[in-house]
């Protein structure tokens, strides 16, 4: 049986238990910071939405980040390490298995290593969870990078109060987001993103693959691919589906998010 049989039998015999996701917009948040407007990020903003898992809420969620930031480090640092690896595409077949959620784990996990510096880039323009979450909506943004040459990576990094991890959100919607993926702006800003001067690690929280094109457009330009599913949730088609959507080339890894007792699918590198 293939890993991707065992983590779809898995997710088919797990209950389909959903729970209300933690960190959506509430009434009574903060205004919306303007462009322009400098924002100082504390990481007790996702801590209290439950968006980020600290060994001190639970360690046995925290270790799994742990364990699984070693195989995309050695992807992009070790011995068989290729140009453009040290960029980590986090996404999903399809919307609401926890994308985000990983993204900002993994992060938060590869920060810990010492002397090392993790970007992370919220880079889902359709929903961009990440950007509201950290009450960022309506300041300039990766997108905005892309779009404007005006507009700096350095105008768009933001500082944590994590030693080592930075992040950029997702800036304003862009209905033309495909086209600016495509774009010659794009790979100007891809090279300067590779080359470290911002964290040598970058994690590319991205929209669905099956949903829209920017999601295949991001993984062209990652080094590695971390690709969540859902249990009981995601069906074995969509990850077929997804994965046929990916340079063969390119290391691709499975996570089954939400998984009972048990269910362990944590392969890497690439699925067959």
Same mark, same amino acid.
């Given at each position: ?47 209290? #939405?439950?968006?980020? /898992?600290?060994?001190?809420? +639970?360690? @046995?969620?925290? &270790?799994?980040? *742990?364990?699984?930031?070693? !195989? ?68 300039? #943004?990766?997108?905005? /990078?892309?779009?404007?040459? +005006?507009? @700096?990576?350095? &105008?768009?990094? *933001?500082?944590?109060?994590? !030693? ?82 990916? &340079? ?25």
């Amino acid at each position: 049986m293939s890993l991707i049989e065992r983590a779809v039998s898995a997710s088919a015999k797990a209950k389909p238990e959903r729970r209300a996701r933690a960190g959506e917009p509430q009434a009574g948040r903060p205004p919306v910071v303007r462009s322009g407007e400098p924002v100082a990020f504390s990481t007790r903003t996702l801590v209290n #939405g439950g968006d980020l /898992v600290t060994d001190h809420a +639970s360690a @046995s969620v925290f &270790d799994q980040f *742990r364990l699984l930031k070693r !195989p995309a480090l050695t992807v992009a640092f070790g011995p068989l390490a290729t140009p453009g690896s040290n960029v980590l595409l986090v996404s999903s077949p399809t919307e609401g298995v926890g994308k985000t959620f990983v993204a900002t784990n993994l992060a938060y996990a590869m920060a810990l290593e010492k002397d090392h510096q993790v970007l992370l880039i919220d880079a889902d323009n359709p929903h961009h969870s990440l950007t509201s979450r950290l009450m960022l909506d309506g300041t300039p #943004g990766f997108f905005d /990078v892309i779009n404007d040459e +005006s507009v @700096s990576l350095e &105008d768009v990094v *933001r500082e944590t109060d994590v !030693p080592g991890l930075r992040l950029i959100a997702a800036g304003g919607f862009a209905p033309d987001s495909l086209e600016r993926l495509n774009s010659a702006r794009c790979q100007q800003v891809v090279r300067e993103i590779r080359s470290g001067r911002y964290g040598d690690t970058v994690i590319l929280d991205a929209a669905p693959l099956l949903r829209g094109s920017d999601g295949p457009a991001l993984a062209a330009i990652a080094g590695q691919v971390l690709m969540v599913v859902g249990s009981g949730v995601t069906p074995k088609s969509a990850i077929t589906q997804a994965l046929a959507l990916l &340079d063969r080339n390119t290391p691709v890894g499975l996570i089954l998010n939400r998984a009972h007792e048990g269910e362990v699918a944590l392969p890497y590198p690439r699925i067959t």
